[in-house]
């Protein structure tokens, strides 16, 4: 039987966040290491610098592209070994509350410096 | 002075074997000699009773693909001297129920053939002949993709086909392509959604298995990727 679960939009929006993390991984490792680099720092300078809108958008890009690549990979996965439409759902459901569990986790983290 | 091949035959008559077994047999080499012969060969001197398929014997039915040495290919298009060992291993298709000895059923593969509407469906009555010039680019789009013998060594060396029984597999989702962009066709859209789902185009992982096998050289992976374009821009609304 075929499955009707379309998988367009995981599929476009694996290969959208894996740009993203790209991208937002050359930001940011130039902005921690690059950017000056030698210059030793202490937890009170990483508060500042997070303070910013800068650091803050791109950490929380990264939590966020990260955590919907690596979930929507794992699913992926998972229906490589044909679970049949409910088990597929329910796995799905599964991870998409991890998901904006840990995003609302990191994003609270984040906050607090700013 | 000629050369005997070992032979090891996988053997399985499901009405008087409880378990499938590996029959070995020594058979003389010759010249330009094909897989295909060397089972004549032991069918018509050696043992009666082995089973497998065949028809055209010049690489056109599809009808003898089998598990040679490690890969699906079609045993008349395989050359003994090819695969440079005296030491042959014939097996069934894997990814398909074993019938008796080298003979799978097919009907799995043919059925999933059928669900992508194999069939041309024209878009509209015409009275006259709708022409495509032999060097018009619509055509070269699909040319290769058209030589298609549904041997089933593609499906069969598919992993997505083993670990999902759901899978539609390549051969079926290149004929969904040759289809979808065929200009003619008036039923591309249905058939976007026939493979546009987690059994469809989207299960398949590039790992290119079907491409090495495949004895016409077709690339079923390009055609998955320009379904998988063409279901992206149908679900963006963007008109190719």
Known sequence: ?????????????????????????????????????????????VAIRLRTLTFFFVDMGLLTFGLYHALNGINNIIQDYGIGT??????????????????????VSLFKFV | MSVNLTV???????????????????????????????????QDNQDRSLSFRCSCRIGMCGSCAMFINGKSRLACRTLVGGLGTKEIHLRPL???????????DMDPFFDKYERVKPYFVPKEERKDF?????????????????????CGACYSSCTMVTT??????????NRAFCLVA?????????????VGNTDGVWRCHSQFNCVEVCPKQIIPTWSIQQLRKRCVFKKLGIRV
């Open chain 1, 1 to 45: 039987m075929i499955n009707k679960t379309d998988g367009t939009l995981s599929w476009f929006l694996q290969r959208v966040t894996a740009v993203g993390l790209i991208f937002l991984l050359g930001v940011h490792l130039w902005l921690l290491h690059y950017k000056n680099p030698g210059e030793i720092i202490k937890f009170g300078d």
């Open chain 1, 86 to 107: 409910t088990g597929r759902r329910s796995i799905g459901f599964i991870l998409v509350i991890i998901g904006c569990v840990m995003v609302f986790l990191g994003g």
């Open chain 2, 8 to 42: 090891k035959v996988f053997r399985y008559n499901p009405e008087v074997d409880d378990l499938p077994r590996f029959d070995t047999f020594d058979v003389p080499e010759m010249k330009n000699m094909a897989v295909l012969d060397l089972l004549y060969q032991i």
């Open chain 2, 94 to 104: 894997p990814n398909l129920p074993i019938l008796k000895d080298l003979v799978v």
């Open chain 2, 130 to 150: 709708y022409r495509v010039s032999e060097g018009a680019d619509e055509r070269k789009l699909i040319d290769e993709m058209l030589e298609c013998i549904t």
């Open chain 2, 164 to 173: 999902d029984p759901d899978y539609l597999g390549p051969a079926a989702l």
């Open chain 2, 182 to 194: 065929d200009k003619r066709d008036g039923a591309g859209a249905e058939r976007l959604r026939l």
